[in-house]
T-cell receptor
Framework: KNQVEQSPQSLIILEGKNCTLQ??????????LRWYKQDTGRGPVSLTI?????NTKSNGRYTATLDADTKQSSLHITASQLSDSASYIC??????????????FGTGTRLTIIP | NAGVTQTPKFRILKIGQSMTLQCTQD?????MYWYRQDPGMGLKLIYY???????DKGEVPNGYNVSRSTTEDFPLRLELAAPSQTSVYFC???????????FGSGTRLTVV
């Protein structure tokens, strides 16, 4: 069964500090891994997408890494801001039948930035 | 651009009632999706469409129906609402299956 596990479940850090969120997955056959940011009461917003051959990708202060051998990914946030308070969701895509893909969503890490 | 627009934002239904959740996108995306998000759970795919006139079931399709008569619109129909359908529903679209999805802002549905 395809699974995506994220840790920690929740995290509180001071504004300006860095943090790293973790994602472990058991998804096969792997196609790509995505990180989304979801503000409270809003839909998820795409941050990064990485394929098997990519081991790092940045989007501003967000840097995602992927280790396809150990099936782990991390999302590093640099110099956190109050607006970074949100849930961060790891999503892993598997190639399905007939060219369709199947996404498995993690339950997210709830990040709170305090001033 | 408006992106993906969902209506209504909130709705309370009585058991057995029916309703349609509307979803419209203005990005000319071929792929559209309906997900539900329950507390403490990852998003689950209800239905998806790879183009006008083509729809297929996702992981949790029971109790729902969809149609895709145009590229822009992908409504989700609940025929006989049940308390188990209390959830937040998200519509999403993408230009192809390898790209990131654009999500709407969601519809919070409560069935009582």
């Amino acid at each position: 069964k395809n699974q995506v596990e994220q840790s920690p479940q929740s995290l509180i850090i001071l504004e300006g500090k860095n943090c790293t969120l973790q994602c472990n997955y058991t998804v096969s056959p792997f196609s790509n891994l995505r990180w989304y940011k979801q503000d409270t009461g809003r839909g998820p917003v795409s941050l990064t997408i990485m394929t098997f051959s990519e081991n790092t990708k940045s989007n501003g202060r967000y840097t995602a890494t992927l280790d396809a051998d150990t099936k782990q990914s991390s999302l590093h946030i640099t110099a956190s801001q109050l607006s970074d308070s949100a849930s961060y969701i790891c999503v892993v895509s598997a190639d399905g039948n007939f060219g369709n893909e199947k996404l498995t969503f993690g339950t997210g890490t709830r990040l709170t930035i305090i001033p | 651009n408006a992106g993906v627009t969902q209506t209504p934002k909130f709705r309370i239904l009585k058991i057995g009632q029916s309703m349609t959740l509307q979803c419209t996108q203005d990005m000319n995306h071929n792929y559209m999706y309906w997900y539900r998000q329950d507390p403490g759970m990852g998003l689950k795919l209800i239905y998806y469409s790879v183009g006008a006139g083509i729809t297929d079931k996702g992981e949790v399709p029971n109790g729902y129906n969809v149609s895709r008569s145009t590229t822009e619109d992908f409504p989700l129909r609940l025929e006989l609402a049940a308390p188990s359908q209390t959830s937040v529903y998200f519509c999403a679209s993408s230009p192809d299956r390898k790209r990131g999805y654009t999500f709407g802002s969601g519809t919070r549905l409560t069935v009582v």
